[in-house]
């Protein structure tokens, strides 16, 4: 549901080694744009809330205040783990806390309403299903910025390229041109050559054929004309 891929922008279960040697295995490890990792947990227990939920009235409060020291000793748990400092990774400097039912962090923030800032002051933040869901289309939503920004300079550096090849077209085409005038120029002084001024070529050949010369072939007719006329 949040548009995100497994194992392209999320991993689950991965192993990591600290500087130390010891090694830590996240629940889930989310991949932001720039290179960023969030770190996603989901192991906080929730035995004393079944208890709660199903304990008799004066049992209640015993089991409500276990299931809110199960949080804070989880909270703790997770917080001294310090994902952030793994050398290996590049992690934001919290990690959520997935509480994986609405009810379950709703009656313990509503015991001690000082739950959620005190895990935020040791870099965990805690989410639910629907926070969480949000969270992550919040992710996919970077990623779709990204992909667009990518796409945007993808985009100029194709402009860019074409922009240049046309470039080179036209200047190819521009001496093409040059290339044709110039041979048209030299076309016309050839053809002038051939039918302009008394004696021009063609009316010098036309005359020798009209002596008796032997051809099987004769000239074009308005070429003949104009030699004729530039001749008078």
Do not use: C
């Not at 192991?43 to 208890?51: D, G, H, I, N, W």
């Not at 048209?184 to 053809?191: F, G, N, Q, R, V």
């Not at 039918?195 to 050949?205: F, M, P, Q």
């Amino acid at each position: 549901k949040s548009g995100l891929e497994k194992d392209r922008e999320y991993f689950v279960q991965q192993n990591f080694q600290r500087e130390d040697g010891s090694r830590v295995m996240p629940d889930v490890v989310l991949h932001l744009p720039d290179s960023k990792i969030m770190i996603i947990d989901s192991k906080v227990s929730l035995t004393a809330y079944e208890q709660l939920v199903n304990a008799e009235d004066e049992e209640r409060p015993l089991f409500l205040k276990a299931h809110v020291n199960s949080i804070k000793k989880h909270v703790d748990q997770l917080s001294a783990k310090n994902y952030q400092d793994l050398y290996d990774i590049e992690s934001p400097d919290f990690v959520l806390m997935f509480i994986p039912i609405e009810p379950a962090f709703a009656v313990a923030i509503n015991e001690d309403n000082t739950l959620y800032n005190k895990a935020f002051e040791q870099n965990i933040v805690i989410v639910t299903p629907s926070t969480l869901l949000a969270t992550l289309r919040t992710v996919d939503t970077m990623w779709n910025n990204e992909k667009q920004q990518q796409n945007a300079m993808e985009i100029a550096k194709q402009a860019g390229a074409l922009y240049d090849k046309f470039e080179g077209l036209v200047s190819d085409l521009t001496g093409v041109g040059k290339k044709l005038d110039a041979a048209k120029t030299d076309y016309s002084a050839a053809m002038n050559k051939l039918v302009e001024g008394k004696g021009n070529l063609i009316s010098r050949v036309e005359k020798i054929k009209k002596m008796g010369a032997k051809a099987k072939k004769a000239l074009p007719e308005s070429i003949i004309k104009r030699a004729s006329e530039d001749d008078i």
